[in-house]
């Protein structure tokens, strides 16, 4: 095995390699001038990232940013615990700085330092009717107040008293903390938690060291008060659907209605909603306040006069104490309401936007938004609603033909039954059993004739509900119309007509001629079939003043509705119209129906229990009017 020696001659060359690597980073050393070069480099780098950082993200502060330092003047310390107690400490860090600023990508918020709570929210993506921004809350129109007593026996009002702000960031939300100090230690805290790309805030209202100051033997109450801004061209659709509503008792819901000032009071209220038609407000409680009592007083006097604020809504709620504590969960919702945002929260919000009760909101829920909602996606809002229309025609033009059938069989039967009518004219029990029968073996009824005409309610009293409501109506224009959810203008008048407005809406105008031609189409058939009886108003008369009362009702009662309801009826009219004639024309045969109801005739017709209950009355009846007047006699 080969020993191992040091190799003098390789130790050499690495002591010269490192000498010459020595002196070469010696010689190439930066100067003083380029080292002072490149630490500016260095720091104009680390202000661009920190400029560029603070335009992405909300500003971070603390409290100490808003500290005014602690009273000098010992006088003016012992006058504020004289008047304020204990609270005197909150009041040595007033700033001069009142508000606190905060913005996310749907709000801009800001809090007031007196009072802690909102004086102003904008929501960024929306503008009102005149292009103007819509604030919820601005110059003082919202208060937020939570008042309890002192062991001092005085009675605190928050919204009075100074809060210190503090804006710190967790993630990519924004935490603003109001804090109402009796000491750094002891306080009040209302704490927000705002997100990117949600409405819903989280909103926390907790006390830390009060129980030696909150007097648990009077109640603690939460008042909050809104005066809602007019954001819509008319005030008086806008004010219709201005509300408070309500969720009660584990899931009901309720709401105060239109009267000018009208009260009312819930037990386990899980949230409040001041409704603004298309915008709203919300307080969320994550475990219910056990009662809630709610106002709304209507704010238009007079609606040519141009009118900032439409209601004000009071809500006062009480607050429970734990421990001699305050720790109340809540959120905060300031946003639009829209069914689809609402509704996704899971938390019975879509109660908000009225759909109608019952049945009708179901087909609205079920049916007409997702509908809607499919053919938006794809088609301009105008298009969509002819689309939809002619697919709701459609589903129910056979429930147009049962009714049209009907009423053609009564008109074939008429002679008949006139004759029947003239046969017992002495005889009115035994002229209606005749009738009765008659119409039975023929197969033809006036009840037939009605049911259809019921099965279609529904549906336009649920499409009457949704128009109005259908937040993706607003602003979206159509032909002449500039905002479906708004009426249309054609003309302004230079005087306002009672009941009508001081502008003149096509679509309405419209409507009312296609409603006018299918009551002449639908009325004329009627009035045939329609035997005139004696005693009875005349019946030929009433239909032919509703042919032209029902236009004229419709051409003003929709002259200040969303025109996007009116294009709804003219296309919806006109359709309907369509179907008749082609079923008149097309369709039926009076000559076939004629033979049908013939042979109908010479079946036996076996009656039902409800027709021979109603033949056994109506003789009993008779045989009791013959009983009285032989009496008589």
Avoid at 3 to 17: A, R, T, V, Y
Avoid at 152 to 160: A, G, L, P
Avoid at 290 to 317: C, H, M, P, W
């Amino acid at each position: 095995m080969e020993e191992k020696k040091l190799d003098i001659n390789s130790i050499i060359g690495f002591l010269l390699i490192f000498g010459i690597l020595m002196y070469m980073l010696w010689q190439n050393q930066p100067t003083p001038e380029e080292l002072e070069a490149q630490e500016k480099a260095k720091q104009e780098q680390v202000e661009a990232e920190k400029k560029a950082s603070e335009q992405n993200q909300t500003k971070v502060t603390t409290a100490e940013d808003y500290t005014a330092g602690v009273v000098s003047d010992s006088l003016q310390l012992i006058n504020l615990k004289n008047k304020l107690g204990a609270l005197a400490y909150s009041e040595t860090l007033v700033s001069d700085k009142t508000e606190t600023l905060v913005e996310t990508d749907l709000l801009a918020l800001k809090f007031n330092n007196r009072g802690g709570y909102l004086s102003e929210v904008r929501l960024k993506k929306f503008v009102d009717f005149n292009q103007e921004p819509i604030y919820i809350i601005k110059d003082n129109n919202a208060s937020f107040n939570i008042n309890f007593g002192t062991t001092e026996s005085r009675i605190v009002n928050t919204k009075d008293r100074y809060f210190t702000p503090t804006v710190t960031k967790n993630g990519d939300n924004t935490i603003v903390s109001m804090k109402l100090k009796v000491s750094e230690t002891k306080f009040l805290e209302y704490r927000y938690e705002l997100k990117e790309g949600d409405y819903m805030i989280d909103f926390t209202v907790r006390s830390q060291g009060l129980s030696d100051i909150i007097n648990s033997s009077q109640a603690v109450s939460l008042d909050w008060n809104l005066k809602t801004y007019r954001h819509a061209k008319s005030i008086s659709y806008e004010n219709r659907y201005t509300e408070v509503v309500f969720e009660y008792e584990d899931g009901k819901d309720d709401y105060l209605g239109q009267q000018e000032q009208t009260e009312d009071t819930a037990e386990a209220v899980s949230y409040v909603a001041f409704k603004q038609h298309f915008f709203t407000s919300i307080l969320l409680a994550d475990a219910p306040f056990k009662t809630g009592a709610f106002e709304s007083r209507n704010l238009v006097q007079d609606e040519e006069i141009d009118t900032v604020y439409t209601k004000a809504f009071v809500a006062k709620l009480p607050i429970e104490l734990a421990g001699g504590e305050i720790n109340k969960t809540m959120d905060w919702y300031y946003g639009p309401s829209d069914f689809k945002i609402l509704n996704a929260y899971d938390r019975n919000l879509d109660e908000v936007v009225p759909l109608g009760w019952g049945i009708f909101g179901w087909i609205n829920k079920f049916l007409f938004i997702p509908l809607f909602a499919f053919l938006g996606g794809f088609l301009p809002y105008g298009i969509a609603i002819i689309v939809m229309t002619i697919l709701i025609k459609l589903l129910m033009s056979f429930v147009q033909y049962k009714q049209f059938l009907s009423q053609a069989k009564m008109k074939i039967l008429k002679p008949e039954l006139d004759a029947v009518r003239e046969k017992y004219k002495d005889n009115k029990m035994k002229a209606q059993q005749e009738t009765m029968a008659l119409q039975s073996k023929a197969g033809a009824s006036p009840l037939s004739g009605c049911l259809p005409a019921l099965v279609q309610l529904p549906v336009f009293y649920a499409l009457f509900q949704f128009f109005p409501s259908a937040f993706d109506l607003r602003q979206k224009s159509f032909l002449w119309v500039e905002d479906l959810s708004s009426y249309d203008t054609v003309a302004n008048l230079p005087f306002n007509i009672p009941f009508y407005g001081d502008h003149v809406s096509l679509f309405p105008i419209l409507a009312s001629i296609a409603i006018f031609f299918y009551m002449r189409l639908t009325t004329g058939q009627q009035v045939n079939t329609q035997p005139q009886q004696e005693g009875m108003p005349d019946m030929g008369k009433m239909m032919k003043y509703m042919m032209y009362f029902s236009p004229i009702m419709m051409l003003f009662f929709f002259n200040n509705y969303a025109s996007g309801l009116s294009l709804y009826y003219f296309i919806s009219n006109l359709i309907s119209i369509g179907i008749i004639l082609v079923i008149k024309n097309y369709i039926l045969d009076e000559d076939k129906i004629h033979a049908q109801i013939q042979e109908n005739k010479k079946k036996p017709k076996k009656q039902s229990k409800f027709q021979a209950r109603m033949q056994d009355m109506m003789e009993q009846a008779e045989k009791q009017k013959q009983a009285q007047k032989k009496g008589k006699r």
